[in-house]
């Protein structure tokens, strides 16, 4: 049985910013955007879950973020995750690239055993790809970026297909090796009905400590730690102490770029001219053009 | 008092280095200027690594380096991360360089922050400028002097953040391709800068990831370098109707752009991708066909000298930024378009 770790983020969703989420001056609402699970962690947890399917594993989905990226943990499970796990801490707060790999990868060595670590591409929040590439280092294990697909896998090492600037590469490697996913490797399937009515009940650890008392006593069997243990239902989560890592390194500490200045970007309307949309506004439009060199 | 340096990568493609590298060699110049009219003498340096390269060098070297490092190895002839980021963090440790610059290019962007997170270091992905400048918190009063500003689309395009590395250096960028203009070169031959040759370091643990096949083909599309291009959105309808997208761009010897959308739904290749997650194109003419202007498509072209955009919605946000804007079917307009220019003479 192959052991398979997939990171995963929740992110502001960037791809569509309507009317509705700008401000009157132009700049986005940060807060507007909906959150999401980043679209290409679930190619890269598809593609542990294929790996599942055809050869036999335990899919480990881990997520950094703050206690309401649990959401993107069940919906991890409705897809076919067999554990999930959350770190959370206050300290991790601010953590740019760099840090937020090393408290990732500390959260790894807490697991034994590992043979494939699967995370998406990049995120559509900061667009960087650098993390996965970052955890790999830090685990001193190789790395194979913009995944396509899995040709081959037996214990000893995995084939693969990847994209790269005008062409694809066939690489093969020993394990563990720590792989991004390209969101053209797959299409992530939709969350199992039959998943969902039964871990839309996972909760976490923070989620159930506000979980009134009185609610508590009157379902035991729903709320009880030692239940939902039983039952796969516990989010665990993980902060600094539980991951033995060093303060110094995590969040805003760890972290060695700085963002200096945000400039929001509005559109500057321009002196335009209106064309007519027939014939002779054309024709004397491409005539200008031609006399200013343009075309 | 020892000389700052500014280290740009040089990426190797099929036959000669990148075109990245090359726009990088420009800016790297730039900045070793500005630093050292600014306190002190900065060298631009070329860092290359490859097999067989000792001979090529003297065209870096017209690129105005003050020095190339080369590490030549045969076992170093393809790109592969782990040997490639053993052989510069060793170097980068050794020469501390103030500055390193990479191309944002899928070597660059695979490579850089392996060798930031073994250097302890930050890095800065997809960089579209890069400045020097003094910096000063008002909170806690710290201040530094010529930092570097690493300048970049973010959260989707939606906002410009400048990013800096104030402590933990060399400060490490990895740079868009086709934004920073090339600077002239010298008479081939002529630059006299300092070739070191740096001794490979060979790890056996390094090459357990082995290159089965690689298939590259040339570039096909050029839109980087494109004076003129023409781009097609969803509101170009469907697949037959992109036809019309190309004989425009065909007769008039544009390159041919789309926006996300219409290469998720099909149309045309990826390749011809403009905007924050494709290409940024800079060209003297860009015709926008049924392309509303979303923020992330806006980012890879609005730097283009002038702008038509053709759209049946006047209120579409590209009507805004476009120079020319014609109100109506680009069905219609492309047709009358064609025309008019085959009728030029």
Redesign the interface.
């Known amino acids: 049985m192959y052991q398979i770790i997939v990171l995963v983020k929740q992110v502001p969703d960037t791809r569509d910013i309507t009317t509705k989420t700008m401000k009157e001056d132009g700049t986005v609402n940060r807060t507007a955007l909906p959150a999401i699970f980043n679209p290409e962690d679930l190619n890269a947890l598809e593609a542990a879950l294929l790996i599942k399917e055809k050869y036999g594993a335990i899919v480990t989905v881990i997520t950094m973020g703050p206690p309401s990226a649990a959401e993107i943990l069940r919906e991890s499970l409705y897809r076919g995750a067999d554990k999930v796990i959350l770190l959370t801490d206050r300290r991790f707060a601010g953590s740019d690239t760099l840090a937020t790999s090393y408290i990732l990868s500390m959260a790894i060595k807490r697991i034994e055993k590992f043979d494939i670590i699967f995370t998406g591409r990049q995120a559509i929040d900061g667009d960087t790809a650098q993390v996965g590439p970052q955890v790999a280092e830090k685990l001193n294990i190789p790395q194979i970026t913009y995944m396509q697909e899995v040709l081959h896998l037996n214990k000893n090492e995995i084939k693969i297909k990847r994209l790269i600037d005008n062409g694809i590469e066939v690489l093969k490697s020993k394990l563990p090796v720590l792989i991004t996913v390209n969101n053209t490797s797959n299409t992530p399937r939709f969350p199992s009905i039959k998943q969902m009515a039964k871990f839309k009940k996972a909760i976490s650890n923070s989620e159930l400590t506000k979980v009134s008392n009185t609610l508590k006593y009157l379902s035991p069997e729903r709320y009880s730690e030692e239940t939902l243990i039983q039952n796969r239902l516990l989010i665990n989560e993980w902060n600094m102490e539980d991951i033995n890592a060093n303060p110094i390194l995590c969040g805003i500490s760890g972290s060695p770029t700085k963002v200096f200045k945000i400039n929001y970007v509005t559109l500057e309307t321009k002196e335009t001219k209106e064309i007519p949309p027939n014939e002779k506004g054309i024709k004397t439009l491409i005539q200008e053009l031609i006399k200013e060199h343009i075309v | 008092m020892n000389k700052k340096q500014i280290w740009v990568y040089i990426e190797n493609t099929n036959k000669d280095i990148a075109d990245v590298s090359k726009e990088l060699l420009s800016k790297g110049k730039e900045l070793a200027v500005r630093l050292s009219s600014s306190n002190q003498k900065t060298e631009l340096c070329a860092i290359w690594l490859g097999s067989g390269i000792k001979k090529n060098v003297q065209p870096l070297l017209d690129m105005r380096c003050d020095k190339v490092y080369i590490v030549d190895h045969p076992e170093l002839k393809d790109f592969k ?2 040997p490639y ?1 053993t052989n510069l963090v060793e170097n980068i440790k050794k020469h501390n360089p103030y500055i390193v610059l990479f191309g944002a ?3 660059g ?6 060798i ?3 250097v ?7 960089c579209t400028d890069l400045q020097i400048g003094d ?1 000063e918190f008002k909170t806690n009063k710290q201040a530094y002097k010529d930092l570097l ?2 300048i970049r ?16 250096h060399p400060q490490m960028a990895t740079v868009r391709p086709g934004v920073m203009k090339n600077l002239e070169i010298l008479p081939t031959g002529t630059g006299k800068g300092e070739v070191i040759t740096l001794e490979p370091k060979i790890k056996q643990e390094d090459f ?12 096909k599309v050029n839109l980087i370098g494109a004076q ?1 291009v023409v781009s097609g959105g969803i509101g170009v309808g469907n697949k037959e109707n992109f036809k019309l997208i190309k004989d425009l761009a065909q007769n ?2 544009a390159e041919v752009g789309a926006t996300r959308a219409a290469v998720d739904s099909g149309w045309i290749h990826k ?1 011809h991708q403009v905007g ?2 494709g290409v940024t194109v800079r060209p ?2 860009y015709i926008a066909c049924g392309i509303s202007g ?3 498509h ?2 890879g072209m609005q730097e283009s ?4 955009a053709i759209n049946k919605d006047p209120d579409a ?1 590209i ?11 680009l069905n ?2 492309i047709p ?2 064609i ?3 085959k ?2 003479e």
């Open positions: 991360a782990l980021t290019t899928s070597i962007r695979e490579l850089a922050p392996r930031a997170s073994a302890r270091c930050g890095l800065t992905a997809d910096i500003l690493q689309p973010a959260f989707g395009g939606n906002i410009i953040a400048t990013i800096i590395t104030p402590e933990m357990i990831v082995e290159i089965i096949q690689k298939i590259q083909e040339e570039k003129i008039i010897g390749d924050q997650t003297r003419l979303s923020i992330q806006l980012a000298k002038q702008i038509i946000p009507m805004k930024i476009a120079n020319y804007k014609i109100n109506g079917d219609r307009i009358m378009m025309k008019a220019y009728g030029k």
